[in-house]
T-cell receptor
Framework: GAVVSQHPSRVICKSGTSVKIECRSLDFQATTMFWYRQFPKQSLMLMATSNEGSKATYEQGVEKDKFLINHASLTLSTLTVTSAHPEDSSFYIC?????????????FGEGSRLTVL | DAKTTQPTSMDCAEGRAANLPCNHSTISGNEYVYWYRQIHSQGPQYIIHGLKNNETNEMASLIITEDRKSSTLILPHATLRDTAVYYCIVRDYGQNFVFGPGTRLSVLP
């Protein structure tokens, strides 16, 4: 299957700092990537849809000024958590759909675990 | 909201078949049934998907009822490494993937 990679896999930061997470599609181009968040013992919740060359689309309740998304190329989307606070500690997962393959299955990265102290 | 309901948890003996049910009574004609699984602290892994016909690949089989209101994921010979949360998702092409709580499968030695 298609490969999606995230970096870093784990990050610990101090409260008030910003953290950038990268999501790359390694063997396909993705005009659209998706960012999910998962709190402990909960399911994945879609945060936003990242669109190459245009603004991201955020789900209701997700602050666009806090979670900055940049999709500058067809293989890279970044999520920046600005002024992070302990309540932002979570597992962040990106995904992408290689639209030319199959009938639309989504492939996920390994996830990035953010801990804000 | 997720369009599917699944049991919260299931156990299966190692080496036996694991049959994971999913109800999707409001599924529409264009919506596919997808199955993913998530092993602890990893991103979800695609397993299989189907529209109407039963499907089989190297990982699993997907059995969809004739009225398409429910389906079953079958892992033919479960191993300890199959312990994970399994998500059944109904989705039309172009729609977002909405994850429900899934089924926590424990494969027991």
């Amino acid at each position: 299957g298609a490969v999606v990679s995230q970096h870093p896999s784990r990050v610990i930061c101090k409260s008030g700092t910003s953290v950038k997470i990268e999501c790359r599609s390694l063997d396909f181009q993705a005009t659209t990537m998706f960012w999910y968040r998962q709190f402990p013992k909960q399911s994945l919740m879609l945060m936003a849809t990242s669109n190459e060359g245009s603004k991201a689309t955020y789900e209701q309740g997700v602050e666009k000024d806090k979670f900055l998304i940049n999709h500058a190329s067809l293989t890279l989307s970044t999520l920046t958590v600005t002024s992070a606070h302990p309540e932002d500690s979570s597992f962040y997962i990106c995904s992408a759909n290689p639209g030319s393959v199959g009938s639309g299955e989504l492939f996920f990265g390994e996830g990035s675990r953010l801990t804000v102290l | 909201d997720a369009k599917t309901t699944q049991p919260t948890s299931m156990d299966c003996a190692e080496g036996r078949a694991a049959n994971l049910p999913c109800n999707h009574s409001t599924i529409s004609g264009n919506e596919y049934v997808y199955w993913y699984r998530q092993i602890h602290s990893q991103g979800p892994q695609y397993i299989i998907h189907g529209l109407k016909n039963n499907e089989t690949n190297e990982m699993a089989s997907l059995i969809i009822t004739e009225d398409r209101k429910s389906s079953t994921l079958i892992l033919p010979h479960a191993t300890l490494r199959d312990t994970a949360v399994y998500y059944c998702i109904v989705r039309d092409y172009g729609q977002n993937f909405v994850f429900g709580p899934g089924t926590r499968l424990s494969v027991l030695p």
